[in-house]
């Protein structure tokens, strides 16, 4: 089992759809987490952290459940520009600092 | 604009050559730098973790005599390819982490390398 795991892709959506993203990590020791978007060819991009009381930025709410070891990406009325792949990040501290990255979800939003 | 900058963004090279690529923290000093590698259609894949001032730490499955890191100051991390091959060619990613903003790791614009 892989210690970052992201909901298989791809999701296909149309334009103002809500659409959830899901990531479960299993080291009870991470740290912080945050959301990434890579575009094609493109190096990621940092979306937002992740706090256990939730942020929102815009259109886009992150959560995080300590207890499930679970996190979520939830985009509003989707924009064909928000069609990338989005990485759940995690970092740990225990057995050496390390960023462990989410294999990516793919997103594409259709007209 | 960027707070990590990646040298070049693309080069292409003759098998059994070497190439090196730079990567910079902008803004804040990183004592830990990472590399990566993506191919096509796939995730990325860490390969190592450079610390500055001593040995980089690989990835197990990563050719430490063939992918030469160093970090030799708190802003400069390189990989050297040496001896390229077709199959090495890929996208090569650094990022660095910012410390003193919650270990936010940010990362390089990448580096597609092309051996023919």
């Known amino acids: 089992r892989k210690e970052v795991e992201q909901d298989p892709g791809p999701f296909n959506v149309p334009e103002g759809a809500t659409v959830a993203f899901n990531c479960t990590y299993s080291n009870s020791a991470s740290q912080s987490f945050f959301w990434y978007r890579q575009d094609c060819r493109k190096e990621p991009k940092l979306l937002m952290s992740v706090y ?15 207890a499930s070891q679970y996190i979520s990406l939830l985009i509003r009325d989707s924009k064909l520009s928000d069609s990338a792949t989005y990485l759940c990040v995690v970092n740990r501290g225990t057995g050496g600092f390390k960023t462990i990255f989410g294999a990516g979800t793919r997103l594409f939003v259709k007209a | ?32 730098m990472f ?29 430490k005599d063939k992918f030469l890191i160093n970090h030799a100051s708190l802003t400069l991390s390189t990989l050297t390819v040496t001896s390229a091959h077709p199959e090495d060619s890929s996208f090569y990613i650094c990022s660095a982490q910012d410390r003193g903003l919650g270990n936010t790791i940010y990362f390089g614009e990448g580096s597609w390398l092309t051996v023919v």
């Open chain 1, 52 to 66: 256990s009381s939730g942020n929102e930025d815009g259109r886009f709410t992150a959560q995080l459940n300590r």
């Open chain 2, 1 to 32: 604009g960027a707070v990590v900058s990646q040298h070049p963004s693309w080069v292409i090279c003759k098998s059994g050559t070497s190439v090196k690529i730079e990567c910079r923290s902008l803004d804040f000093q990183a004592t830990t």
């Open chain 2, 35 to 63: 590399w990566y590698r993506q191919f096509p259609k796939q995730s990325l894949m860490l390969m190592a973790t450079s610390n500055e001032g001593s040995k980089a730490t690989y990835e197990q499955g990563v050719e």
